[in-house]
């Protein structure tokens, strides 16, 4: 996709098992026809510290539905035969590692999950444990980068990793916003101009035409989470919160 598509990218989070247990591939498939470029999963977790508000209400409620590591991957059983743009599992490292690695790892392929993104997992335990592992299945393991990640390390992850880099905008949780500050903008040319081989998305804080159009300068693209778990709490139906979501960044 990344060789396809050099800019423009719009990639999109979600919980699965929200709003309704069930609704976990009813939501991938209406973003594929929408022409969302690439899907995060997102599996949901008690203590996501990364998540702002809406996320992490949104991983309460899927929790409370029944949603889990061994469920999410029964629904996801199949998918490949329906959707054919990249998917990738956005989970924390406690559920991962009570299902085993080496099985979450064999799972996730089984299904058609290109990637993971395992926020909490340190890049230094990564590369003791993990990545052996998971080039055995042939999985992406995208890292985060924040403005406070160094450039040595940014290029030691670039080294090591694969699919693409997730550049979280700022310092905070997730969470929607109007505009990006200076400073952000500021990280955004400075990591651009390291000419990393792997490509970038921007995340945290995408939410409109406005945000999604910075990071695309800078970026080969964007990801919206919270802006789109509002409109899926908000909406009548799945189709119709993702046709907002469409218009807001289009």
């Known amino acids: 996709m990344f060789e396809e598509r050099k800019n423009g990218i719009l990639s999109v989070y ?5 709003p309704q247990l069930n609704d976990t ?12 470029d690439l899907i995060e999963i997102g599996v949901p977790f008690s203590d996501p510290m990364a998540d702002g508000p809406v996320i992490q209400a949104s991983g309460t409620r899927a929790l409370h539905n029944g ?25 924390y490292l406690n559920p991962i590692m009570q299902f085993g ?11 058609g999950i290109d990637g993971l993104i395992i926020p909490d997992l340190p890049f230094a335990e990564y590369m003791e444990s993990y990545k052996t592992i998971a080039e055995k299945y042939g999985l ?5 980068i924040t ?22 905008s700022t310092a905070s949780v997730t ?28 995340g945290f804080g995408i939410s409109n035409k406005d945000t999604f159009d910075a990071a695309c300068r800078e970026a080969s693209g964007a990801i919206i ?14 189709d119709e919160a993702v046709e907002k979501l469409v218009e807001a960044v289009g």
Do not use: W
């Open 14 to 18: 979600f919980t699965a098992g929200y």
């Open 25 to 36: 591939v009813s939501v991938i498939r209406a973003l594929e026809n929408r022409g969302v």
């Open 67 to 91: 949603m889990g590591v061994k469920r999410l991957f029964g629904q996801l059983t199949g998918i490949r035969e329906e959707v054919s743009i990249p998917l990738v599992l956005m989970g």
């Open 101 to 111: 690695f080496d099985n979450y790892c064999a799972e996730a392929v089984k299904c």
């Open 140 to 144: 992406h393991i995208i890292m985060l």
């Open 147 to 168: 403005p406070e990640t160094s450039e040595e390390r940014i290029r030691l992850i670039d080294e090591h990793t694969s699919g693409f880099i997730y550049m979280v």
């Open 175 to 202: 969470g929607a916003r109007n505009s990006f500050g200076d400073e952000s903008l500021a990280y955004f040319r400075r990591v651009n101009a390291m000419h990393l081989k792997n490509p970038r998305l921007i």
């Open 225 to 238: 989470g919270s802006k789109f778990i509002s409109l899926l709490g908000s909406e009548e139906t799945i």
